[in-house]
């Protein structure tokens, strides 16, 4: 039983730190579907909700704890995304955004990523927290996008 607890322990550590790195932003869907596939194996795309103001793309763990949503334009390229956590997870999600990105304050981290500054929001529910992540800033247009 304490061998199952530590490699429950280990997967979701793995996964999260996986999840909260990966940058989707400008992808189109294609790549999100085959970057998905390949490399978080544990999640799958789930199509049984159809939401006619948003097109998007949703996929879940197997174990309920974790959800992607991947807001896509008329093109098909997503244009942010929205990681959606249990409250298990709350604090090595934070842990994992405080290692890994710029804190810009508390509910906010921001990195470059590919030219573009990028954030990441945290949002705090009464049964899940999510993490909203766009690209703020394009270095080489200068551009913000507000959404």
């Given amino acids: ?37 390949a490399s978080h194996k544990d999640f799958s795309l789930n199509t ?28 098909n390229i997503c244009k942010f995304y929205k990681q959606i956590f249990d409250y298990s997870l709350q604090k090595k999600v934070i842990k994992d955004l405080n290692r890994r990105f710029v804190n810009s304050g508390d509910t906010l981290w921001t990195h470059e990523a590919d030219m573009r500054i990028v954030s990441k929001k945290l949002k705090k529910t009464e049964w899940f927290f999510s ?8 270095k080489d247009s200068g551009t913000i996008e507000t959404r």
């Fill in 1 to 37: 039983m304490k061998q199952l607890l530590i490699i429950l322990i280990s997967f979701f550590c793995l996964t999260t730190s996986q999840v909260i790195g990966q940058e989707f932003v400008g992808m189109h869907a294609d790549s999100v579907k085959q970057l998905m596939r």
């Fill in 131 to 138: 993490i909203t992540t766009r690209v703020v800033k394009s």
């Fill in 48 to 75: 049984s909700s159809i939401n006619k103001y948003y097109h998007y793309l949703k996929y879940e763990d197997r174990i309920g704890t974790q959800t992607f949503l991947f807001f896509l334009d008329e093109e």
